[in-house]
């Protein structure tokens, strides 16, 4: 027996539509271990809930294999894999109360009236809900909702739970509570959630590891962390979070990991190169996370080493609560935004919108990607 | 300024166009209505008509109500309660049998059209509203040549004559019944989420288990309208059954009409007054039924 729960080989999924064919999921590999919580994150269209369905069943791979604790699903119907989801929609049955929602998957397992009702009960009152069990479905609001389609699911203890989209139809409010409290239970009860969502931020504080599609193809798995400040295409870095990209062109790959790139206004500068950079040389972008550039004033003391310090020209700033977003212009045609946060000691304007000043980063915070 | 900014009179214009227009439309369904319902009104007056002709309303009476079940209905011979209550039963029979075939099948054809993809759906859901579309008449004959050639056909086969009789009626309603049943149930199918039986497979339940426990349920009151609008078109059908009927199988729609043949009398009235109440009432409630599925879903 292996240590994952789930294991997608080669997995394609194409749809016939219309005429024409959908690939909806592209060459999917990926292994998730037992207690992860895992995130496919990517925008709408990307093949997240399709690889769902072909994980719970409701779809059969075009070509590849699924395969729940080292056991291959080829051939085996939804109502006898071991996982349960928890739907978009919820879909719960609204000819039955929330208790008899809750109690349909155990009765279906043979566990008798009176057990599976007092497991309903405690399944209720494991995602905080107690004293709803005999109203219907459609007397509860949509948190509540979100809140019984968990418990209908987490009762029958699956080994992997799948979670469509779960929060995407409550407001934001409570959406940022579902979070902590969804994080909080499952690292209780110790299930491996496959999360779905296209919402990035979730996915960063929520999950252990973040697979980003895009397309139907699983573009980078990895901790929150690698994939915000290591990003392998410019899909990843462009979808996580604000990016500035940098035309420039490789002239040179260090063994170190490093590389020099020289920009549009010919300064030549060193840059960490990406895992999977494939270009030795010509057109590459670089990519700067706003928050990890620094203004100084013009004619600053000379960067430390590893830095890189470029002259500039302020273009514009924006106060955007937390932080303030300052425009930048690099030569005539570099523009690179940074964001300083709003410390509430700091005076208001240090740099003036037309002045000349210095801007520098850390070369570790740059990754270089294929153009 | 020589030109107004407003054009008084146009507007003037504009307002009492509008005025008739909203006028019109108040009074379109009036008119409509009247045409559907005054010579059914009429009907319905008369049967309350102390004067046995049509001519003038002289006065209020249940007098045929009452020779209706009394077996008293003035010199004509024809008639007798008896027979009038042996024909309800006809046709009590006949559609609760091919309510109960037609509503089967209706609701299993409307499964395998929402839920199923098979090579000429389309077509086939098309054809689903053949006998909707096509005169009843035309059905009735065909129907009748159809029986005529299969009965011949087993005669020729097997030696054995067979007749006309509840068998071909009730099958020449089956037919006709099956599509508005199917009809009803798979427009309560297409508000149905269909990912309410894959919650149901991903609980555990095998696709028997999910009929029974999720779909079924659900489609119930469908299935419910569909057999009372099946059973109402079988009650009132007089077409269809007088060209498949045999001998001893006269249903109600059918016993009316030999009594129009010899004299048409205020009972006629009454009768027909009764069936139009029973079938408002079952159409009532189917459709009350059809329109609580919408509500909800
Ligand atoms: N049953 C289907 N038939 C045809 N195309 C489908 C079907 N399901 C999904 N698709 C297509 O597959 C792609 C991925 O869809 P989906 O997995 O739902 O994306 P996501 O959940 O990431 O928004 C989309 O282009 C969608 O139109
Ligand atoms: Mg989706």
């Known amino acids: ?371 | 300024m020589a030109q107004a900014l407003i054009n008084e009179g146009a507007l003037g214009r504009n307002r009492r166009v509008k005025r008739l227009g909203r006028l019109c439309l108040w009074l379109n369904p009036l008119v409509a209505y009247f045409f559907l319902w005054a010579p059914i009104l009429v009907l319905v007056l008369f049967s309350f008509n102390q004067s046995k002709s049509v001519a003038s309303f002289t006065g209020f009476t249940l007098k045929w109500y009452s020779n209706i079940l009394n077996n008293v209905v003035g010199a004509e011979s024809a008639f007798s309660t008896e027979l009038m209550l042996n024909a309800f039963r006809n046709s009590l029979f006949v559609g609760a049998i091919a309510t109960a075939i037609a509503t089967v099948l209706g609701t299993m054809i409307a499964l395998s059209m929402a839920r199923g993809s098979f090579p000429g759906k389309r077509l086939l859901d098309g054809l689903l509203f053949l006998p909707v579309v096509i005169p009843e008449i035309t059905q009735a004959i065909s129907l009748a040549i159809f029986f005529k050639v299969a009965f011949d056909w087993i005669h020729l086969l097997s030696g054995e004559r067979v007749f006309p009789g509840f068998h071909t009626i009730i099958m020449a309603h089956v037919t006709f019944n099956i599509s508005y049943v199917a009809i009803v149930v798979r427009a309560r199918l297409a508000d149905m989420d269909p990912t309410l039986e894959e919650a149901a497979s991903d609980l555990g339940a095998n696709p028997w288990q999910t009929f029974w426990r999720v779909t079924f349920p659900l489609i119930l009151p469908g299935v419910i309208a569909g057999a009372l609008l099946a059973f109402t078109l079988s009650l009132d059908d007089f077409v269809i059954t007088f060209f498949t009927s045999g001998v001893g199988t006269t249903t109600l729609p059918v016993f009316v009409y030999g009594l129009l043949k010899l004299t048409v009398t205020p009972e006629v009235n009454a009768i027909s007054t009764i069936m139009m109440l029973l079938s408002t009432f079952l159409i009532g409630i189917s459709l009350a039924l059809q329109g609580r599925g919408a509500s909800r879903s």
């Open chain 1, 1 to 371: 027996m292996t240590a994952f729960d789930v294991e997608l080989i080669d997995i394609v999924k194409d749809f016939d539509s219309g005429g024409g064919r959908v690939r909806a999921v592209d060459h999917v590999n990926v292994q998730i271990a037992d207690g992860e919580f895992f995130a496919l994150l990517g925008p709408s269209g990307c093949g997240k809930t399709t690889t769902l369905r072909l994980i719970a069943g409701f779809e059969q791979p075009s070509s590849g294999r699924v395969l729940i604790r080292g056991r291959a699903m080829e051939g085996i119907p939804a109502y006898h894999r071991p996982v349960n989801t928890v739907f978009q929609d919820y879909a719960l049955f609204p000819h039955l109360t929330v208790e008899q929602n809750i109690m349909f998957g155990l009765q279906m397992e043979g566990v008798d009236k009176k057990e599976a009702q007092k497991r309903a009960l405690e399944s209720l009152e494991q995602v905080r809900l107690p004293g709803v069990g005999r109203r219907r479905p459609h007397q509860l609001s949509g948190g509540q909702q979100q809140r019984v389609a968990l418990a209908r699911a987490l009762v029958k203890q699956p080994a992997v739970l799948l979670l469509d989209e779960p929060l995407g139809a409550l407001d934001l409010k409570l959406r940022k509570n579902m979070q902590v409290e969804l994080k909080a239970l499952q690292r209780d009860v110790g299930i491996t959630f496959i999360y779905v969502t296209h919402d990035q931020e979730e996915a960063i504080t929520m999950a252990d590891r973040i697979a980003v599609m895009n397309q139907g193809e699983m573009l980078q798995v990895g901790g929150p962390k690698e994939i915000y400040e290591r990003p392998g295409t410019h899909f990843v870095a462009d979808f996580i979070g604000e990016t500035n990209f940098v035309d420039g062109t490789l002239v040179e790959r260090d063994a170190d990991g490093f590389g020099r790139v020289k920009l549009m206004n010919d300064a030549v500068i060193r840059a960490q190169l990406s895992h999977t950079l494939a270009a030795s040389d010509g057109p590459v972008l670089v990519a700067i996370r706003p928050e990890r550039i620094t203004i100084s004033p013009a004619n600053a003391e000379p960067a430390e080493r590893g830095t890189t310090s470029l002259p500039a020209k302020l273009v514009d700033s924006q106060y955007i609560g937390t932080d303030t977003r300052y425009i930048l212009r690099i030569g005539e045609t570099i523009e690179l935004v940074a964001r300083l946060q709003n410390l509430d000691d700091r005076p208001k304007a240090i740099f003036a919108v037309g002045q000349a000043v210095t801007v520098r980063w850390s070369d570790a915070s740059t990754t270089v990607l294929d153009h």
